[in-house]
């Protein structure tokens, strides 16, 4: 017997004339996107978002950390919803695919719903998370972490960037703050697709990851504090150079990583050195240290390796340094039942999959402490992402919005007639 709704196809033309649309907003330099968060770009991409939610049959809702939720009812007026979903912000350097593929993802599954006159018990809920990314105002995922009580709201508001202006100045400023108190829905199971971001899925020849966990991050933001003065005239033995200290510390972090091999990662995107000027030794260097590894304990072991090393460093040279945590979460198990809708779904449709370890933060690494969570990844080419040159092909998508549209759909109930 075929169950209702067993053979349903997304509509791969229609989900990828999308991605192409959202992507002439916040254009990048190099073909990819520059859509920050809570900027006009992200403004004009919520707005677009929206209008296509609405035509699609759906009701709005906006949080007050401005994260969006388009409804389609479902035939029970009790049953908890269903959630699917992403962000619509991008690196300022950033793909067409990373987060959006999720956020339009969900939305062709409701657009096929209609096409096909599919009815569920449950509702399903589209949604984009405000600041997955955390470039602009860290940390990464704020929206979802306030979402799932993991920050407070005032906190999340007094985020600043690098000029000073704060999260929930910038998200009222660009007319994205709802009234809807954060955190205050319920669901029955949030599905995010997402791009692998990683080489494995397309080394392996398979069509879709399963994600069962998510590997933990560790953001520390470092300051070190020397002396600005002439880069001609200064003494060598007078210097108290900033930016030296950082390339020390800098050359540990990537130690300390290795060390931990295969299992862990290391790096420092984020670095600037003040006054940066060429003719100045700099008497302030702020960078901030990205650690991750699927093992918590070795999250500890690198950000205590890296207090110690930086402070010897700096003590050697007389300078002065400080440290900040600035992001972070535990490595994640994703939820049994969600994990095997996704992996039956893809088994169902015929596509080769494998089980995955997620590289990178996601807003479901957060949203799965409140709700029963699960994630579909398909290939990206080269594993690139974060990068303008991030490329995915359309047959991709469509395979990764057809899974997440059946895993969906089972957990969500189609009712019959
Ligand atoms: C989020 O994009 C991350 O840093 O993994
Ligand atoms: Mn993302
Ligand atoms: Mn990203």
Same mark, same amino acid.
């Given at each position: 017997m075929t169950a209702p709704g067993q053979n349903m196809k997304v509509d791969g033309d229609r989900l990828w004339d999308s991605l192409m649309e959202m992507a002439k907003i916040g254009p990048g330099v190099a073909g990819g996107n520059n859509r920050q968060t809570v900027t006009d770009a992200d403004g004009e991409g919520r707005a677009l978002f *929206?209008?296509?939610?609405?035509?699609? %049959?759906?009701?709005?809702?906006? +949080? *007050?950390?401005?994260?969006?939720?388009?409804?389609?009812?479902?035939t029970d007026p009790d049953a908890l919803p269903v959630y699917v979903g992403s962000h619509l912000d991008t690196q300022p350097t950033g793909g067409k695919y990373d987060g959006v593929l999720g956020v339009l993802g969900g939305l062709e599954i409701i657009r096929t719903l209609n096409d096909l006159d599919i009815r569920t018990r449950h509702p399903i809920v589209v949604t984009n998370w405000t600041n997955e990314e955390g470039t602009r105002f860290a940390p990464a995922m704020?929206? @979802?972490?306030?979402?799932?009580?993991?920050?407070? *709201? #005032?906190?999340?508001y007094a985020r600043e960037d690098a000029q000073g202006k704060s999260f929930g100045d910038e998200l009222e400023r660009i007319g994205?703050?709802?009234s809807e108190e954060v955190g205050a829905r319920k669901?029955?199971?949030f599905f995010e697709l997402h791009i692998e971001q990683g080489p494995i899925l397309e080394a392996e020849g398979k069509d879709i990851g399963v994600v069962t966990h998510g590997q933990g991050l560790s953001w520390t933001q470092v300051t070190v504090t020397g002396k600005d003065s002439h880069t001609g005239s200064t003494p060598m033995p007078m210097r108290k150079n900033a930016g030296l200290g950082m390339a020390r510390i800098l050359e540990s972090v990537d130690e300390i990583a290795w060390s931990h091999k295969p299992h862990a990662v290391g790096a420092a995107g984020h670095i600037e050195v003040h006054p940066n000027s060429r003719n100045v030794i700099p008497g302030k260097a702020i960078f901030t240290v990205d650690f991750r590894s699927p093992d918590l304990a070795v999250i500890e072991d690198m950000e205590a390796r890296l207090r110690d090393a930086a402070q010897k460093i700096c003590d050697d040279m007389g300078l002065e340094v400080a440290f900040e945590k600035v992001g972070g979460f535990d490595p994640v198990e994703f939820d049994e039942t969600c994990v095997a809708a996704v992996r039956n779904?893809?088994?169902?449709?015929?596509? @080769?999959?494998?089980?995955?370890? @997620?590289?990178? %933060?996601? +807003?479901?690494?957060?949203?799965?402490?409140?709700a029963p969570t699960a994630m579909v990844m398909c290939?990206?080419? #080269?594993?690139? @992402?974060?990068?303008?040159?991030?490329?995915?092909?359309?047959?991709?998508?469509?395979a990764g919005a057809e899974v997440l549209l059946h895993a969906v759909v089972e957990t969500a109930e189609v009712t019959e007639g």
């Open positions: *929206q209008s296509w939610c609405e035509a699609a %049959g759906c009701t709005m809702g906006l +949080d *007050q950390m401005g994260n969006m939720f388009a409804r389609r009812e479902g704020l929206s @979802s972490g306030v979402f799932a009580g993991v920050h407070t *709201q #005032d906190w999340a994205w703050k709802g669901m029955k199971a779904a893809a088994e169902r449709l015929g596509y @080769s999959h494998m089980n995955l370890i @997620s590289g990178a %933060g996601h +807003d479901a690494c957060w949203i799965n402490r409140v290939p990206c080419v #080269d594993g690139l @992402s974060h990068n303008e040159a991030e490329e995915i092909s359309k047959a991709w998508a469509a």
